[in-house]
């Protein structure tokens, strides 16, 4: 428990195995609130695990992670009330198939927030239309573009009202010409003062919305800095070695 | 040629008018629709629960040490509903009906309610398996993104999984309704009077085989078409939102 009220996240001694592989061993970290902070690393190296752990999509090994000073990983703990609390963005959208755009946007909201259907599916023509895609909510998420899907996905999260959204690779499933603009709502929440958990290869985006940037190697977190320090003076070597491939 | 025709009109009196056959028949199809009916629904409500149990124990707890009563109670449900469909899909339907029948409904031989359970619990263990399928096939992502949200796995079963589920198993559940129809035809090994048994009456009884047979054969296949049709149509209103 802290004493913090500012720290929204706290992650303490982490551990993953899946079976016989450790892929987590002992993360610390802390996430305040309006933090953006990106998580880097290379292919197998535990980032999207640890953010997974965080709303126990996937179950730590050993650990604790207290959210909103509740120790999360407690089992008498009710997870699904925290979850309404942590949106998370995927990296293949995972819309639901056989809703509308708006029905995958109030289904959570009518169900778990008990808001009426007027009030959830006003609140998500507003998000809708906050991210140009107002004129889309009676399609099927088969009609539209990924980008398109991305970002209904993230005003899908968005309309749960939550306090921190966490974000597993939401630009590697798309072409290249869609990136920027799920890019440009991600970018646009942070400067709200959203508080964010991004793990992403975009080095772009860590530098200009990033407030920390997490490095994790074989599910340890080597380095952490503003992303100034963090890109301009890599101390890890390696980091550097990883920095000087992906730029 | 006349002594054709007067053949063919003789054997169809016998058929359908004499003793008033037809009415026979109609009861005997009457018969085999509730036969039929009743062990379907039997059958989808047993095959709904299982495959719930059995994909709930493959996605959570398969090879996973229990950690919950609630566990430990998935677990047995799953390895009776093993046995289950293991001793159902291994034994012939028509040994199953005559079990039923000579052994569990000794006392009060109710054929019919005999045959629609035999029916619906054999139906049941290949519903179940159908629905499974189903239910496995749905990407991960869809249970990871209820979940996010805040659901809990009742919750997402019901909106998000099962009806994708259901959705991609229908030819096959609409499949597995044609096969009961006509797997019901052996209801007469226990003395049901159902639509087969009748046609084969009438054909004994009158010693014509053509008539009573073919009636019979394509009364079955009428009500395959019927069925197909309503099925085609069910499956083209639930792909509206594929695009």
């Not at chain 1, 999360?72 to 309404?84: A, E, F, G, S, W």
């Amino acid at each position: 428990m802290t004493t913090d009220n500012n720290v929204l996240i706290k992650v303490e001694n982490l551990h993953k195995h899946f079976e016989d592989i450790e892929v987590l061993k002992g993360i610390n970290a802390e996430i305040c609130k309006g933090d953006v902070i990106v998580i880097i690393g290379a292919s197998g190296s535990g980032k999207s695990t640890f953010l997974r752990c965080l709303n126990r999509l996937e179950e730590p090994t050993d650990g604790k992670i207290y959210f909103e000073g509740v120790d999360i990983t407690d089992p008498k703990t009710d997870i699904n009330l925290h979850r309404q609390k942590m949106g998370m963005v995927f990296q293949q959208f995972n819309l639901f198939p056989h809703m509308t755009v708006l029905r995958n946007m109030t289904l959570g909201p009518m169900k778990l927030l008990k808001q009426s259907k007027e009030e959830a599916e006003a609140n998500a023509m507003k998000l809708l239309d906050r991210v140009g895609l107002a004129d889309r909510a009676d399609a099927y998420p088969g009609q539209l573009s990924g980008g398109q899907k991305q970002r209904v996905a993230i005003v899908r999260a968005l309309a749960m009202n939550p306090d921190v959204l966490l974000f597993d690779e939401p630009t590697s499933a798309l072409d290249p010409e869609m990136v920027g603009e799920v890019l440009d709502v991600m970018k646009s929440l942070a400067r709200e003062g959203m508080t964010m958990a991004v793990v992403t290869h975009e080095m772009g985006f860590a530098r200009e919305v990033g407030t920390q940037v997490v490095f994790i190697d074989e599910g340890v977190i080597v380095e952490q800095n503003s992303p100034e320090e963090f890109f301009s003076n890599p101390k890890n070597p390696r980091l550097k070695d990883f920095l000087s491939k992906v730029i | 040629m006349n002594d054709f025709i007067n053949g063919i009109s003789e054997s169809f009196v016998k058929t359908f008018i004499t003793e008033d056959r037809w009415q026979q028949i109609l009861a005997g199809l009457g018969t085999t629709l509730e036969i039929t009916f009743f062990a379907l629904i039997l059958g989808l409500v047993l095959g709904f629960l299982i495959a719930i149990i059995r994909s709930t124990y493959d996605m959570n707890l398969k090879g996973k040490k229990s950690k919950s009563a609630g566990d430990v109670i998935v677990k047995i449900l799953n390895a009776v509903c093993n046995i289950y469909i293991t001793v159902i899909r291994g034994t012939p339907v028509v040994v199953q009906l005559m079990i039923m029948y000579f052994i569990v409904f000794l006392s009060s031989r109710d054929g019919i309610m005999a045959a629609i359970l035999s029916f619906g619990i054999n139906s049941g263990a290949y519903v179940a398996e159908i629905v499974r399928s189903g239910i496995m096939s749905i990407d991960k992502g869809q249970f990871e993104a209820s979940r996010s949200l805040g659901f809990n796995y009742r919750s997402t079963m019901i909106h998000i999984i099962l009806p994708q589920a259901l959705k991609n198993v229908l030819p096959a559940l609409g499949n597995e309704f044609i096969v009961l129809l006509k797997e019901t035809s052996v209801a007469g090994y226990v003395a049901i009077q159902d639509l087969t048994y009748i046609g084969n009456l009438i054909r004994s009884r009158t010693y014509e085989a053509f008539f009573p047979l073919i009636t019979v054969a394509v009364i079955y296949l009428v009500i395959v078409l019927i069925i197909s049709f309503f099925l085609k149509k069910l499956e083209r209103r639930l792909r509206n939102s594929d695009h």
